[in-house]
């Protein structure tokens, strides 16, 4: 029987983590502060880099074309960076801040220079978080934001766009793509015939990717859902490494190592971790 309140909800997100290791899926979206009954989050310079751009470049979404560039990007993107400034978006000190505050000033510079899609028509689906009954017998719901969705008026078509602000390039097994292209088809009624990702650290130009094949798409994902509900069921979430750089951050949290910053929107308590991994400016954010 469907019940949003009881189904299990996926996300590209979700489903990626799960598949990267299941302990760091249940520290993530399932396990609450005993104290405070709300979930985790963990905030990391990439993290809070990638949301302050994002943010940015999606609050353009909901304008006519004609203003959207009416108030000076960087202006936008300073705003919302005061969000994440200092402990808040994870910055132990302020040399690695401005480091990354830079990099997303480039970012901003690169999409004014060459703005592309944002200076055409686009589509903004009327849910604040688009989503639909994946299986209605498994009580599954699969949602997701999608950065960008310019409409294509010669076909009258949706053309995906998801903006990328890591240094790596996604990769090709993920299922992003077919997740979105899902979402974007039953959530608005328009034909999607064309993807694209623009990786903003070193692109000025889109890169297309081939579309997925929809039923494909849903086969793989129903199962992964699957899995995950009956992870849920079980209870059972380990980690096959004993430990990984996915769900140990997390378990450090828990043991007491993170510094509580304040809940964000969404009542998650947000932690930083005062000593933060090597490899930490390589994560890209996943909205």
Known sequence: MKDKYTATWLSHTSISEFLRCQRAYYLKHVYKDPKTKNKIKLITPSLALGQAVHETLESLSVLRREERFDKPLMERFEDNWKKISGIQGGFLDEDQESAYRKRG????????????????????????????????????????KIDWLEYLAESDAVHIIDFKTGKKTEDASSLQLPIYYLLVDRCQKRKVTKASYWYLEFNDDLTEMSLPDPEESMTKILEVGRKIKLMRQLERFKCESNGCYACEPYERIIAGEGEFVGNDEFRYDVYVLLKQPENEGEDSIIL
């Open 105 to 144: 000033q480039e970012m901003i510079r690169r999409v004014y220079n060459n703005p592309g899609p944002l200076k055409k028509l686009s589509i903004k689906i009327q849910k604040d978080l688009p989503y639909f009954w994946l299986s209605d017998e498994d009580n599954l719901i699969l949602c997701g």
